[in-house]
Protein backbone atom coordinates (compact mmCIF):
# COMPACT_ATOMS: atom_id res chain seq x y z
CA UNK A 1 0.00 0.00 0.00
CA UNK A 2 1.10 3.53 -0.98
CA UNK A 3 -0.03 6.92 0.51
CA UNK A 4 0.00 10.06 -0.96
CA UNK A 5 -0.75 13.23 0.66
CA UNK A 6 -1.55 16.18 -1.33
CA UNK A 7 -2.32 19.60 -0.78
CA UNK A 8 -5.23 22.16 -2.31
CA UNK A 9 -5.37 25.37 -0.85
CA UNK A 10 -6.20 24.67 2.65
CA UNK A 11 -7.49 21.39 2.23
CA UNK A 12 -5.85 17.85 2.24
CA UNK A 13 -6.27 15.56 0.07
CA UNK A 14 -5.12 11.55 1.47
CA UNK A 15 -4.90 9.41 -1.61
CA UNK A 16 -4.32 5.52 -0.47
CA UNK A 17 -3.58 3.01 -3.13
CA UNK A 18 -4.48 -0.90 -2.85
CA UNK A 19 -5.68 -2.85 0.42
CA UNK A 20 -6.41 -1.73 3.38
CA UNK A 21 -6.34 -4.45 5.78
CA UNK A 22 -5.05 -5.57 9.37
CA UNK A 23 -1.29 -5.70 7.13
CA UNK A 24 -1.67 -2.42 5.54
CA UNK A 25 -3.67 -0.49 7.63
CA UNK A 26 -0.97 0.83 10.05
CA UNK A 27 1.00 2.78 6.73
CA UNK A 28 -2.47 4.72 6.88
CA UNK A 29 -2.53 5.24 10.35
CA UNK A 30 1.48 6.44 10.23
CA UNK A 31 0.17 8.98 7.25
CA UNK A 32 -2.93 10.02 9.89
CA UNK A 33 -0.06 10.85 12.39
CA UNK A 34 1.22 13.69 10.33
CA UNK A 35 -2.03 14.93 9.59
CA UNK A 36 -2.86 15.05 12.84
CA UNK A 37 0.92 16.85 14.01
CA UNK A 38 0.34 19.00 11.37
CA UNK A 39 -3.54 20.02 12.61
CA UNK A 40 -5.03 19.62 9.19
CA UNK A 41 -8.48 20.52 9.91
CA UNK A 42 -10.13 20.10 6.12
CA UNK A 43 -9.59 16.39 5.28
CA UNK A 44 -10.73 14.57 2.34
CA UNK A 45 -9.60 10.96 1.72
CA UNK A 46 -10.08 9.96 -1.68
CA UNK A 47 -10.73 5.73 -2.31
CA UNK A 48 -10.73 5.63 -6.19
CA UNK A 49 -7.54 3.31 -5.91
CA UNK A 50 -8.62 1.19 -2.87
CA UNK A 51 -9.54 -2.20 -4.23
CA UNK A 52 -10.47 -3.51 -0.55
CA UNK A 53 -11.10 -2.50 2.82
CA UNK A 54 -11.65 -4.72 6.16
CA UNK A 55 -12.33 -4.03 9.64
CA UNK A 56 -8.56 -3.06 10.65
CA UNK A 57 -8.90 -0.06 7.64
CA UNK A 58 -12.09 0.72 9.08
CA UNK A 59 -11.45 1.30 12.47
CA UNK A 60 -8.00 3.45 11.02
CA UNK A 61 -10.57 5.61 8.91
CA UNK A 62 -12.93 5.85 12.07
CA UNK A 63 -9.75 6.70 14.37
CA UNK A 64 -9.18 9.18 12.05
CA UNK A 65 -12.81 10.55 12.16
CA UNK A 66 -12.47 11.17 15.50
CA UNK A 67 -9.48 12.68 15.97
CA UNK A 68 -9.76 15.41 13.24
CA UNK A 69 -13.39 16.04 15.21
CA UNK A 70 -10.80 17.00 18.55
CA UNK A 71 -9.44 19.26 16.96
CA UNK A 72 -12.69 20.80 15.16
CA UNK A 73 -11.77 19.54 12.59
CA UNK A 74 -13.51 18.28 9.05
CA UNK A 75 -12.92 14.59 7.24
CA UNK A 76 -14.66 13.44 4.36
CA UNK A 77 -14.63 10.32 1.98
CA UNK A 78 -15.28 10.33 -1.83
CA UNK A 79 -14.82 8.12 -4.71
CA UNK A 80 -15.58 4.80 -2.78
CA UNK A 81 -16.36 2.01 -4.98
CA UNK A 82 -19.68 0.09 -4.96
CA UNK A 83 -18.49 -3.07 -3.19
CA UNK A 84 -16.76 -0.20 -0.38
CA UNK A 85 -19.76 1.58 0.02
CA UNK A 86 -22.07 -1.24 0.82
CA UNK A 87 -19.66 -2.09 3.61
CA UNK A 88 -19.91 0.95 5.01
CA UNK A 89 -23.93 1.11 4.23
CA UNK A 90 -23.89 -2.35 6.02
CA UNK A 91 -22.33 -1.30 9.17
CA UNK A 92 -24.13 1.35 9.41
CA UNK A 93 -20.74 3.83 8.76
CA UNK A 94 -22.75 6.16 6.26
CA UNK A 95 -24.75 7.21 9.23
CA UNK A 96 -20.86 8.79 10.45
CA UNK A 97 -18.93 9.85 7.26
CA UNK A 98 -19.71 12.61 4.95
CA UNK A 99 -19.57 10.36 1.66
CA UNK A 100 -19.11 11.63 -1.69
CA UNK A 101 -19.35 10.59 -5.30
CA UNK A 102 -16.00 12.31 -6.34
CA UNK A 103 -13.24 14.54 -4.92
CA UNK A 104 -14.08 17.89 -6.35
CA UNK A 105 -17.59 17.42 -4.89
CA UNK A 106 -16.24 16.82 -1.13
CA UNK A 107 -13.68 19.66 -1.67
CA UNK A 108 -16.60 21.46 -2.80
CA UNK A 109 -18.68 20.71 0.52
CA UNK A 110 -16.12 22.47 2.77
Given amino acids: MQV ?15 EID ?3 SPILRKAFDGIIKNKEKKVVV ?3 LVTLIDTSGLA ?5 LHRIQKIN ?3 KLS ?3 THITKVFM ?4 DQF ?10 IKAF
Fill in 4 to 18: KIEKQDEILLCLPEG
Fill in 22 to 24: IHT
Fill in 46 to 48: DLS
Fill in 60 to 64: TLIEM
Fill in 73 to 75: GHF
Fill in 79 to 81: NLD
Fill in 90 to 93: MVKL
Fill in 97 to 106: FELYDTRESA
